[in-house]
C-alpha cells in the first residue's frame, strides 16, 4: 500500500521536480523578449560579470533557479507545517533558509544584467503547490519528498551544465556556491524518505544520487527529460496493478 501511495503522490507531487526548472519555459507564459530559450544570442553581450547581457545558457539558468526558489520556499512552508516527521520539517526549514539565501544573490545578479526574474511559480509549479497544500499525513511527506530527491537530482545536472557551458562569471560563480547547497539537500531529503521507509536504490538519475525503488529508469527519464503528467499517471496505473497482482 505504502508504494501504490507513493506512486499516487508522485502524480500529484510529479511537477514539483520541474523545480529544477526543466519544464519552466514550457509551462510558463511567453517570456519578454530577449529572454527565452529560442533568443539567438545577442552579438553586444557584455564581458562576462559586467553587467552586460547574458548569454542564453546564463540567463535561462538563472531564470530557471528563480522560480525553483520561489517554489521551494512555499513548498518548504508547507512541509514545515504539515510534515510527520521532525527531520522533514527540519530539512524544510534548511530548505527555505537557502533558497532565500539563492533567490537574493539572484536577483542581484539579475538586476546588473538588466534580467527581470520571474515574480511567481510556474503554472505548473503553482498547481503542485495546491496539490501540496491538500495533502496530509504520510502522503503529503511522499508527495513532498519524492518529486524534491528528482527535481534536486536534476538542479545538480543543470548546475553542472552551466559549469561548463556558461559564460558569465557572475552567474558561474553563483552555481559554483550553489552547487554544494544543492547536494546537501539532496541528501538530507534521501534521508528523510528513508526514515518514512521509502528507500532510494539504484536508479541513476545522470547527475548525483538515485531514484525510487519503484520508479524504473524508463519512467524517471520520461519524468526529467519532459516533465510529463499524463507519463506520471499511466506509470502510476501501472505501478498500482503490478503492486495488486
Not at 31 to 44: A, D, F, I, Q, V
Not at 209 to 220: D, K, N
Amino acid at each position: 500500500m505504502r508504494f501504490t501511495v507513493a506512486a499516487a503522490g508522485m502524480l500529484g507531487a510529479a511537477a514539483l521536480m520541474l523545480g529544477s526548472g526543466v519544464a519552466a519555459a514550457q509551462t510558463t507564459p511567453p517570456p519578454p523578449p530577449g529572454t527565452g530559450t529560442n533568443t539567438p544570442p545577442s552579438s553586444s553581450a557584455g564581458a562576462p560579470g559586467t553587467g552586460g547581457q547574458l548569454s542564453d545558457q546564463d540567463r535561462l539558468y538563472i531564470m530557471q533557479n528563480a522560480q525553483t526558489d520561489l517554489t521551494e520556499i512555499t513548498a518548504g512552508g508547507l512541509a514545515a507545517q504539515k510534515g510527520t516527521t521532525a527531520a522533514v520539517k527540519q530539512t524544510a526549514q534548511t530548505l527555505i533558509s537557502d533558497h532565500q539565501q539563492a533567490l537574493t544573490q539572484l536577483r542581484g545578479i539579475a538586476q546588473n544584467a538588466s534580467v527581470t526574474l520571474p515574480s511567481t511559480p510556474n503554472q505548473m509549479q503553482q498547481q503542485v503547490l495546491q496539490q501540496l497544500t491538500a495533502a496530509t499525513g504520510t502522503a503529503f511527506d511522499l508527495a513532498y519528498l519524492q518529486p524534491e530527491i528528482a527535481g534536486h537530482q536534476e538542479s545538480i545536472s543543470q548546475t553542472q551544465q552551466e559549469l561548463s557551458s556558461g559564460s558569465d562569471a557572475a552567474v558561474k560563480q553563483f552555481a559554483s556556491s550553489y552547487l554544494p547547497v544543492a547536494q546537501k539537500h539532496l541528501q538530507l531529503l534521501q534521508s528523510d524518505l528513508q526514515q518514512i521507509g521509502g528507500v532510494p536504490s539504484g536508479v541513476s538519475a545522470g547527475s548525483g544520487g538515485t531514484a525510487a525503488p519503484w520508479a524504473s529508469p524508463e519512467l524517471v527519464g520520461a519524468l526529467l527529460g519532459c516533465g510529463s503528467l499524463l507519463v506520471v499517471g499511466a506509470g502510476a496505473q501501472l505501478l498500482t496493478r503490478r503492486r495488486r497482482a
